[in-house]
């Protein structure tokens, strides 16, 4: 679904100020003025109680700052690339990667999935590349869409391993105040940690999309449990 982002969402190298602030009064407004959002101000101040709970900056030099606002009439994403990084609070740096997710308040499950698929391409490195190197609105917004129409479904539970080749078993539950992006960046992360070292790994994610619960055989089995969780 396309509709979520389009060319005057997006804005290329540009120097946006000097706080993270700068960077999210900036994208409410506009989403507003592309007639998303009855208010930029209320949108702006809605997604800024957010970031003061948690900073929205991850790795890699990619910020989040997301929220749910009555200002919000239709679900959007505004994307920044910025000519001057700027400090959402990720541990390694500033970011120069913005995307700003706006959804209303009573989005429904499916809008909330599609946004949540993109902060999950978030994590992977070809796709940031991709939006690095893009020259044009059009580029990003294809790239975008790309990736809500083909971003896989939360990591499936591994099958069982052989006995004579058992690996060690994690079971995780992932969880954000918003349920929109840090539940499933994390859940993705820990996945692809998890493969990397050899474990079998199954992930509960508590989202605002909807969760299903972890299957007991597979809490039984683990070796240990990860709560990735801020509420």
Do not use: W
């Not at 991850?58 to 990084?85: D, E, K, N, Y």
């Not at 390694?92 to 999935?113: M, N, R, S, T, W």
Request: aromatic share 4%.
């Amino acid at each position: 679904m396309s509709d979520l982002i389009e060319t005057r969402l997006v804005t290329l190298d540009a120097h946006l100020g000097s706080t993270s602030t700068d960077v999210i009064q900036y994208l409410a407004q506009q989403i507003t003025q592309a007639g998303r959002a009855a208010s930029a101000a209320e949108l702006a101040e809605h997604a800024l109680a957010r970031e003061a709970k948690t900073a929205t900056g991850v790795p890699g030099g990619i910020a989040i700052p997301h929220c749910r606002s009555a200002a919000v009439t239709v679900p959007t994403l505004a994307m920044a690339r910025l000519g001057t990084p700027v400090d959402f609070g990720a541990k390694d740096g500033p970011a120069d990667l913005v995307f700003f997710i706006a959804a209303p308040e009573g989005a429904d499950k499916e809008h909330l999935k599609l946004l949540s698929k993109l902060a999950r391409a978030l994590v992977k490195k070809p796709f940031t590349a991709a939006l690095r190197a893009a020259r044009s609105n059009e580029e990003i917004v294809a790239l975008v869409s790309e990736v809500l129409s083909d971003a896989p479904a939360a990591p499936a539970a591994p099958a069982a391993a052989p006995a004579a080749t058992a690996r060690p078993k994690i079971v995780a539950v992932t969880a954000c105040p918003t349920g929109i992006a840090h539940t499933y960046m994390a859940a993705d992360s820990l996945a692809q940690a998890a493969e990397e070292l050899g474990i079998d790994f199954a992930v509960e994610t508590q989202g605002s999309s909807g969760s299903k619960p972890l299957d007991q055989a597979l809490i039984t089995q683990a070796d240990a449990v990860i709560f990735a969780v801020d509420v």
